[in-house]
């Protein structure tokens, strides 16, 4: 793994727990079994789909698709100050909690999702993310970083929709890590809008951790525990829109995503989220320019030190 991955502190045994009442067995196996149904049924329609997409609405079949899969996995979906439509291309970003928010997001406003080279070799998800348009990302090749971004750009300057969870790794909700600033480039490039979401697990017992796929959870322990769980609620809540217009560069443009979304991910909070950052989540500033070292000062120059009495302190009134 590259130094430069970004980690977060969360485990499955610290932060992940399933509060309040639980679904019997018999629906969680119904709940997997209408999930399969809905998946193989979305990998079958996706050439059809893709082929005929100018004859057909394909953003609301996925639209409707994605909510028909959630709906079997028995989450609930609240889509909060939705925009009206859109016109031309924007760069979607959100906070990373799980899996499930690919789905929340699709059921919200489809686009292309930007997704690690692993979800490519997932079962059943992998090719249908790779149908679906997905860009993949290698997070293990820092070089193939900037061909990420001007591919992004290229997407967003045809009026495409790009969703990226610029965080770079799933936290468990409670915390949240920081948004690299790279993919904010593609942005600031086509100069098109950054649109913020905010996305939020909850059961009728308060905030839940359960969706969380983080640490070395697996995806089919991951699953059964969302279908263990009854009355899974899941908040999609679209921010005002930030043009690249009004900030100096991309770094900027992160910060202040960053911030619009943590507000409304922890309301009540005073700062930022309640989980520790990981050393590696702290900031590294990677130079945009070469960097050139100061020129020492030449010792003529320097000033004299003031002179020092016999005890070793500095005599104030000596000459500089």
């Not at 009206?84 to 906070?95: I, M």
């Not at 690690?116 to 993310?129: D, Y």
């Amino acid at each position: 793994m590259s130094a430069w991955l970004p980690t977060a502190p969360c485990t499955p045994g610290d932060c992940v727990t399933v509060t309040g009442p639980r679904a019997g067995v018999a629906r969680r196996v119904l709940r997997l079994a209408g999930c399969v149904v809905v998946l193989l049924a979305g990998v079958l329609a996706t050439p059809a789909v893709r082929a005929l997409r100018r004859l057909l609405p394909a953003e609301r079949l996925v639209r409707c698709w994605a909510r028909l899969l959630l709906a079997t996995l028995g989450v609930r979906i609240r889509l909060i100050a939705v925009p009206g439509k859109r016109v031309g291309g924007s760069l979607v970003v959100s906070n990373h909690i799980s899996w499930l928010d690919i789905l929340l997001v699709a059921a919200a406003g489809p686009g292309r999702m930007l997704a690690k080279t692993e979800v490519r070799r997932w079962p059943v998800l992998g090719p249908l993310a790779s149908w679906g348009g997905t860009i993949f990302i290698d997070r293990d090749r820092l070089r193939a970083l900037p061909g990420t971004v001007g591919e992004v750009a290229t997407a967003l300057r045809r009026g495409e929709r790009v969703v990226v969870f610029p965080e770079g790794s799933t936290w468990c909700g409670r915390g949240g890590g920081r948004f690299r600033p790279a993919l904010f480039e593609a942005a600031v490039r086509a100069d098109v809008p950054v649109q913020p979401l905010t996305l939020r697990y909850r059961t009728a017992a308060g905030p839940s951790t359960a969706p969380a796929f983080v640490g070395e959870d697996g995806l089919l322990p991951s699953l059964w525990r969302v279908v263990s769980v009854r009355g899974l609620a899941a908040e999609v809540e679209f921010l005002p829109q930030l043009p690249p217009a009004l900030f100096p560069g991309r770094r900027q443009l992160a910060a202040a995503a960053q911030r619009v979304v943590d507000r409304r991910r922890h309301p009540n909070a005073p700062d930022r989220a309640t989980c520790a950052a990981h050393p590696s989540e702290r900031p590294v500033r990677v130079p945009d320019r070469p960097h050139v070292p100061r020129p020492r000062a030449n010792a003529a120059h320097r000033p004299e030190r003031p002179a020092r009495d016999g005890g070793g302190r500095y005599d104030r009134t000596a000459p500089v």
